[in-house]
């Protein structure tokens, strides 16, 4: 398809992450724990992020819980976490600079960090970067 | 269903990024909100308003006509000025704010919102009978575009024939921009200065004199802004938006607009009895402003509870971040008891209660920095 062909252009779709179908993204750590965050189509339909609703570490996630929030001036966007764990690490500087997630949705932006409790699971039920790419083509343009 | 487009659509499809309004393809931006916003509190900004509603009124009892649907008094306008008002049901709700323009003893031009906008003309339409009066919906075949903001009377100048810097507050001119008859109002919906110019005997059909125009203004300095701009520079401002801060259900006692219901003058209007009644009786809750003090943006919907955060008192009616204060804002109705400026109230927000207190919502910034009265 044309139009699918142009759209995953547009977005950026790094391998090695996992991916959510409401666009979260998982990022294995070396020693064990997830990194999540929003991917960019995500940063890119909610445009400028204003506020950015954090969980408190010790927090406990359930797989595709809403565990906060992203805001832009006009819309709110749940946060789910793409797997389940407990919180040990969140990214505060999103507190003061929300817009860390439009700049750099994979890095910078990084929303929070897990101790994972069913990993295994949980990535089973995670799209690879291929399969996130399919799925943009079918999302609403 | 194929959204309805306004006479400016083939630059929003170029610009913007369009979302369903109401059943119309408007832009909700074009650069971004926030840069948006800014150039209308700092400089000068163009709306695409032509989804909204503008009817003529023709004929020997068209004050009377006008009078008895609205709350205010039309009476007392001189010549090219307007004036706010509102409208009622027999139940004294609020159908619609409108503003309406003198433009002749027996000549008024009506201006309403979009989303009321059918809604409207029926009640004219099934309340003129008995009257001398011709109305005459003129939504499709007249473009209508708002520039805002301190420098947007020097902008709509540039490139009108006519001087319209002496143009009146609420006051209505017939002048020629970019080359097009036009009315131009001194009205908007950001509390700024600036004008509403109406491109006439411009159908939605053939645009083609309301994208010059636009292109005319966009020239002389105007930045495109779109509906994401014009709601939070309307919520900073105060100003209601009609079927979410005020609809059939409020009546304007209720929504702090005494000041446009006129009980005195002559001949009545629809509504007036159960006001009178609402009156007497007293009103149990009446809009409010909220400012966040604690993190998180209030949203339509929300519940506000009182300062304890036990007891669920309200809910918003319009939300959203100030982008000239930086932090939230929220419109609602609350019990009397809570209209005191300062009054601790908690908005929940998702899961958790967020710390707000009343403050000045008309308008919620300081109007010496910010709005057609800062100081300059």
Same mark, same amino acid.
């Given at each position: 398809?044309?139009?699918?062909?142009?759209?995953?252009?547009?977005?950026?779709?790094?391998?090695g992450?996992?991916?959510?179908e409401?666009h979260?993204?998982?990022?294995?750590?070396?020693?064990?724990?997830?990194?999540?965050?929003?991917?960019?189509?995500?940063?890119?339909?909610?445009?400028?992020?204003?506020?950015?609703?954090?969980?408190?570490v010790?927090?406990?996630?359930?797989?595709?819980?809403?565990?906060?929030?992203?805001?832009?001036?006009?819309?709110v966007?749940?946060?789910?976490?793409?797997?389940?764990?407990?919180?040990v690490?969140v990214?505060?500087?999103?507190?003061?600079?929300?817009?860390?997630?439009?700049?750099?949705?994979?890095?910078?932006?990084?929303y929070?960090?897990?101790?994972?409790?069913?990993?295994?699971g949980?990535?089973?039920?995670?799209?690879?970067?291929?399969?996130?790419?399919?799925?943009l083509?079918?999302?609403?343009? | 269903?194929?959204?309805?487009?306004?006479?400016?659509?083939a630059?929003?499809?170029?610009?913007?990024?369009?979302?369903?309004f109401?059943?119309?393809?408007?832009?909700?931006?074009?650069?971004?909100?926030? !840069?948006e916003?800014? !150039?209308?509190?700092?400089?000068?900004?163009?709306?695409d308003?032509?989804?909204?509603?503008r009817?003529?009124?023709?004929?020997?009892d068209?004050?009377?006509f006008?009078?008895w649907?609205?709350t205010?008094?039309?009476?007392?306008?001189?010549?090219?000025?307007?004036?706010?008002t509102?409208?009622?049901?027999q139940? !004294?709700?609020?159908i619609d704010?409108?503003?309406?323009y003198?433009?002749?003893?027996?000549?008024?031009?009506?201006?309403?919102?979009?989303?009321?906008r059918?809604?409207d003309?029926a009640?004219?339409?099934?309340h003129?009978?008995?009257?001398?009066?011709e109305?005459?919906?003129?939504?499709?075949?007249?473009?209508?575009?708002?520039?805002?903001?301190? &420098?947007?009377?020097?902008?709509v100048?540039?490139?009108?024939?006519?001087?319209?810097?002496?143009?009146?507050r609420?006051?209505?001119?017939d002048v020629?921009?970019a080359?097009y008859?036009?009315?131009?109002?001194?009205?908007g919906?950001?509390?700024?200065?600036?004008?509403?110019?109406?491109?006439k005997?411009?159908?939605?059909?053939?645009?083609d004199?309301?994208?010059?125009?636009?292109?005319a203004l966009?020239?002389?300095?105007?930045?495109?802004?779109?509906l994401?701009?014009?709601?939070s520079?309307?919520?900073?401002?105060g100003?209601n938006?009609?079927?979410?801060?005020?609809?059939?259900?409020?009546?304007?006692?209720?929504? &702090?607009?005494?000041?446009?219901?006129?009980?005195?003058?002559?001949?009545?209007?629809?509504?007036?009895?159960a006001?009178?009644?609402?009156?007497e009786e007293?009103?149990?809750?009446?809009?409010?402003?909220?400012?966040?003090v604690?993190?998180?943006?209030?949203r339509?919907?929300?519940e506000?509870?009182?300062?304890?955060?036990?007891e669920?008192?309200?809910?918003?009616?319009?939300?959203?971040?100030?982008?000239?204060l930086?932090?939230?804002?929220a419109?609602?109705?609350?019990?009397?008891?809570?209209?005191?400026l300062?009054?601790?109230?908690?908005?929940?927000?998702?899961k958790?209660?967020?710390?707000?207190?009343?403050?000045?919502?008309?308008?919620f910034?300081?109007d010496?920095v910010?709005?057609?009265?800062?100081?300059?």
């Amino acid at each position: 398809m044309e139009e699918g062909f142009v759209m995953s252009e547009e977005y950026e779709v790094p391998e090695g992450l996992h991916y959510t179908e409401e666009h979260e993204w998982a990022r294995v750590l070396d020693d064990g724990t997830v990194l999540i965050g929003v991917t960019d189509y995500a940063q890119k339909q909610l445009h400028e992020i204003v506020y950015v609703e954090l969980p408190e570490v010790g927090d406990v996630a359930e797989r595709m819980g809403i565990v906060g929030a992203l805001e832009s001036v006009k819309a709110v966007s749940d946060m789910n976490s793409p797997v389940s764990g407990e919180f040990v690490e969140v990214n505060e500087e999103l507190l003061d600079s929300p817009e860390l997630v439009n700049e750099s949705p994979y890095g910078d932006g990084w929303y929070a960090k897990l101790k994972p409790s069913d990993l295994d699971g949980d990535l089973a039920r995670l799209m690879d970067a291929a399969a996130y790419r399919e799925h943009l083509e079918h999302q609403e343009h | 269903m194929d959204l309805r487009k306004t006479h400016i659509y083939a630059f929003h499809e170029e610009h913007g990024n369009i979302v369903d309004f109401g059943g119309f393809a408007m832009p909700v931006w074009y650069e971004g909100v926030m !840069a948006e916003h800014a !150039a209308v509190r700092n400089s000068v900004g163009i709306f695409d308003t032509s989804h909204m509603g503008r009817s003529m009124a023709e004929g020997p009892d068209t004050l009377e006509f006008l009078n008895w649907m609205m709350t205010n008094d039309m009476s007392r306008l001189g010549q090219f000025d307007g004036l706010y008002t509102v409208m009622l049901n027999q139940e !004294a709700g609020i159908i619609d704010d409108l503003i309406l323009y003198k433009l002749g003893p027996e000549r008024f031009f009506v201006v309403y919102n979009s989303g009321t906008r059918e809604k409207d003309f029926a009640w004219f339409k099934e309340h003129v009978g008995g009257f001398d009066v011709e109305l005459t919906d003129l939504s499709d075949d007249m473009a209508m575009m708002a520039v805002q903001g301190p &420098k947007a009377v020097e902008t709509v100048d540039e490139v009108t024939d006519e001087d319209v810097t002496g143009v009146r507050r609420f006051g209505i001119a017939d002048v020629t921009v970019a080359g097009y008859p036009c009315f131009v109002t001194r009205t908007g919906y950001t509390g700024e200065d600036g004008f509403e110019v109406y491109v006439k005997d411009c159908p939605v059909r053939s645009p083609d004199k309301a994208l010059e125009v636009w292109g005319a203004l966009v020239e002389a300095g105007a930045k495109p802004c779109g509906l994401g701009a014009r709601d939070s520079l309307r919520l900073e401002a105060g100003l209601n938006l009609s079927g979410q801060d005020i609809h059939e259900g409020i009546n304007p006692l209720e929504a &702090k607009l005494r000041w446009v219901v006129k009980f005195k003058k002559e001949g009545g209007f629809i509504g007036r009895e159960a006001l009178l009644r609402i009156r007497e009786e007293g009103v149990e809750r009446t809009q409010v402003g909220v400012g966040m003090v604690g993190r998180g943006i209030p949203r339509h919907g929300y519940e506000i509870l009182d300062g304890s955060g036990e007891e669920v008192i309200g809910e918003v009616t319009s939300g959203g971040l100030a982008p000239s204060l930086g932090y939230g804002i929220a419109l609602g109705y609350l019990p009397r008891g809570f209209s005191e400026l300062g009054t601790p109230v908690m908005i929940r927000i998702r899961k958790r209660l967020a710390e707000g207190k009343i403050v000045k919502s008309h308008p919620f910034y300081d109007d010496s920095v910010y709005g057609w009265k800062r100081d300059s």
